[in-house]
């Protein structure tokens, strides 16, 4: 089994894991009640999606 012939540096190390960590998700507000939600989902405070309601959100207007 193959091992490392020298070391890496810290910076090599640390520049590989560079793309290791996790994005925060992209947030849009609602066009109905103005609460951040996630885009192409139903809002969580209202209920509304594209215009309509469509389910029994949490705060009723």
Not at 26 to 36: D, M, P, R, V, W
């Amino acid at each position: 089994m193959p091992n490392p012939k020298h070391r890496h540096s810290k910076t090599r190390r640390d520049l590989r894991r560079a793309h290791d960590f996790l994005k925060p998700k992209q947030l849009s507000k609602c066009t109905h009640c103005g609460a951040e939600k996630i885009p192409h989902r139903v809002c969580p405070a209202c209920g509304h999606y594209r215009g309509r309601e469509v389910s029994a959100g949490a705060n009723k207007e």
